[in-house]
């Protein structure tokens, strides 16, 4: 029977199928941060169990760290704790630990794919939802529980239930300005937040094809945010072509045999799915979000909905029917595993290039690596930011979920390229905006909400 | 978790309530699983006096009823502990977030999905009566309302997950107890990975 690509990853990792139980099933690679695994980690030890293969779990500090420039670890006392627990608890169980300063610390969906370790047809999982990002490489990822961390930790495995497939189509061509980002957001406006709840979502057609893999990465992330289990691209040359010489991907004859196998890694022809979606992209203008959640993305020539929410209006300070280009921001983010590789810095450089920051509105440009910071660094990035009157910071979460020192102050509004405009979720009574980099530079230089077209 | 939970309900009638709302970043920074309770909707709590887990008469409601997409956004844990931690034992809604309905059932939080309608119904009921009382049998996987006439619903709940439920039993048991399997299909399977660690 012809299978799609999630069925063919999935029917690889069933260890054990019983009638009556959930599926035993493989986790290949496990990702671990501060912020979520202490809990499992002391499970371990009460249950007295040991690590099952710790050569397949790598683990960083990216949520609570502080990205400030001369940074030394966290600012409050209880991330602290959390990062020394989790450096003791590496050390103890014997997990590599990508620490500050390693050249390899990160946040956590950059520095797998970075490193190498993300690889097609393989199964990812870590505390954090945003897993989904290494789906860009026909993996399956997704996010877990801290219960479910001390499972794989102990065990290598989970117990799941099969998920349903879902195809989504992007039909048309990419205008000017229009980025992963916006595809992404578009989907989430169309489907709504919980439109994909219970699914693991395939991407295809020609659009996804010609993207890069920073752009797929963009695409896989937000698949949660539409409800989705995970979120995948099956893998080609543009996936091999990044992954070869990376640390830990295979050389010699084991690349050969790697490819050979990743290169059946496809949807079958005539497979199917239980739902099959198309975005029309044609003709469509760069995406921002309006209210307070993701699915509230509107176009930036557009106008808030007259039937908007008002609970969310009223959160937002804003009016039905309103124009949403010309709104001021007080704050801009450019950051998170969204949009915090170098590709996005570069997209973002171009608009700030012989620009300034509009007066009274700060920007926090924060790479998602120390890699990526190395990078833009080398090509002058942090002078164009700098000299705009941007904050060029070290790579960390930060303002995306405001767990470190890090916010968006009360009542402040905020252009963010993170994937998350929740209540209060960049600091309390935080406003916040999503769009992509460009549109977020735009915002930035401008003072407020601005069509990025406009500034070309 | 007891195979009957009777208790009068919390209503939170707002859809698409996220993890975020449930518990604010700002209170991740711990390395325990107690003590999250008092900071449950932190958020809403705050900018809403009549926020309802504010209110005095719903502060020992065990059931918590709600509208659809219950628990997306973050997979935070803590969600489920603050919930669990604050009394919260059952939560009612039209659908649920897939993690957030995972990291319940491992915290002995029963989610429970009813039709939309009779959520609706619930609320109704409770702003008509000011309060209303439900008992949840597990077993019987029934919700009633105790003396009313045609006041249940049925709902579902996989088989093995009940049992979970109802003996205090975790997943790390039956993974364990099948750790022959695990190591053998580990050595077959171990051919289709191909990143190393080791060399970091």
């Known amino acids: 029977m012809a299978r799609n690509i999630i069925q063919k990853i999935w029917d690889e990792h069933v260890v054990v199928s019983k009638d009556g139980f959930p599926d035993v099933f493989a986790i290949d690679l496990h990702l671990i941060h501060e912020v979520t695994s202490p809990q499992a980690f002391e499970m371990l030890r009460e249950k007295g169990l040991r690590f099952h293969v710790s050569g397949r779990a790598v683990a960083t500090i990216d949520h609570n760290v502080s990205t400030a420039v001369n940074r030394k670890i966290a600012t409050d006392v209880g991330s602290q704790k959390q990062i020394t627990a989790l450096r003791g608890n590496c050390a103890e169980f014997g997990v590599k630990l990508m620490d500050m300063d390693s050249g390899r610390q990160g946040i956590v969906h950059v520095i797998g794919p970075e490193l190498g370790l993300t690889q097609p047809g393989i199964t990812v999982v870590c505390g954090d939802s945003h897993t989904s990002t290494h789906g860009a490489f026909g993996a399956l990822a997704f996010g877990i529980g801290t219960t479910e961390v001390g499972h794989v930790m102990a065990t290598g495995c989970l117990l799941q239930e099969k998920p349903k497939t879902m195809k989504v189509n992007f039909v048309g061509r990419m205008g000017e300005c229009v980025t992963a980002k916006d595809l992404i957001l578009k989907l989430i406006s169309q489907i709504g937040v919980s439109g994909a709840r219970g699914y693991v979502i395939e991407y295809c057609g020609e659009v996804v094809r010609a993207m890069s893999m920073d752009e797929r990465m963009t695409i896989c992330n937000m698949s949660i945010e539409c409800g989705a289990r995970a979120g995948l691209i099956a893998p080609d040359s543009v996936t091999f072509e990044y992954m070869m010489g990376r640390e830990c991907a295979p050389v010699g004859e084991k690349w050969n045999e790697a490819v050979k196998y990743w290169k059946s890694l496809r949807s079958d022809d005539g497979a199917e799915y239980d739902r099959v979606v198309d975005v029309e992209i044609d003709g469509m203008a760069p995406m921002v979000t309006w209210g307070f959640n993701p699915g509230q993305g509107i176009e930036v020539t557009g106008s808030i909905p007259k039937d908007a929410d008002a609970q969310a209006l009223d959160y937002v300070r804003l009016k039905a029917g309103q124009a949403i280009e010309g709104v001021t921001v007080d704050y801009v983010f450019i950051g998170s595993c969204t949009n915090a590789r170098l590709s996005d810095l570069r997209a973002a450089a171009e608009i700030f290039k012989n620009r300034k920051v509009a007066k009274g509105v700060i920007v926090y440009i924060v790479p998602g690596s120390e890699d990526v910071m190395k990078q833009a660094k080398s090509e002058g990035l942090d002078q164009i930011f700098e000299g705009a009157g941007a904050l060029f910071r070290n790579p960390g979460c930060s303002m995306c979920l405001a767990m470190n020192e890090d916010k968006v102050p009360e009542g402040k509004r905020c252009a963010s390229t993170s994937n998350r405009n929740f209540v209060g979720r960049q600091g309390k009574g935080a406003i916040t905006h999503l769009m992509s980099p460009i549109m977020a530079a735009a915002a930035a230089v401008t003072g407020k909400i601005t069509d990025v077209r406009k500034l070309l | ?200």
């Open chain 2, 1 to 200: 978790m007891k195979n009957i939970i009777k208790s009068k309900i919390m209503p939170l009638p707002r859809a698409d309530i996220d993890t975020d709302l449930i518990i604010p970043a700002d209170f991740l920074t711990t390395t325990d699983k107690k003590g999250l309770g008092e900071h449950v909707f932190a958020r809403l709590r705050m900018m809403e006096g009549n926020f309802p887990f504010n209110l005095k008469k719903y502060r020992d409601a065990k059931i918590l009823v709600t509208r659809k997409n219950f628990g997306c956004g973050s997979s935070r844990e803590h969600a489920a502990w603050a919930l669990k931690d604050w009394g919260i034992e059952v939560v009612i809604a039209p659908s649920f977030s897939d993690i957030f309905f995972s990291n319940a059932m491992k915290n002995g939080i029963l989610p429970i999905i009813l039709e939309e309608k009779v959520v609706e119904w619930i609320f109704e009921e409770e702003k008509e009566k000011n309060g209303c009382e439900l008992e949840v049998d597990l077993v019987k996987q029934i919700v009633k309302i105790p003396g009313k006439k045609d006041g249940f619903a049925m709902f579902a709940i996989d088989s093995y997950r009940k049992e979970c439920l109802l003996k205090d039993m975790d997943d790390m048991d039956y993974l364990v107890s099948q750790m022959n399997e695990i190591e053998k299909f580990d050595k077959k399977h171990a051919a289709n990975i191909f990143f190393d660690t080791k060399v970091l």
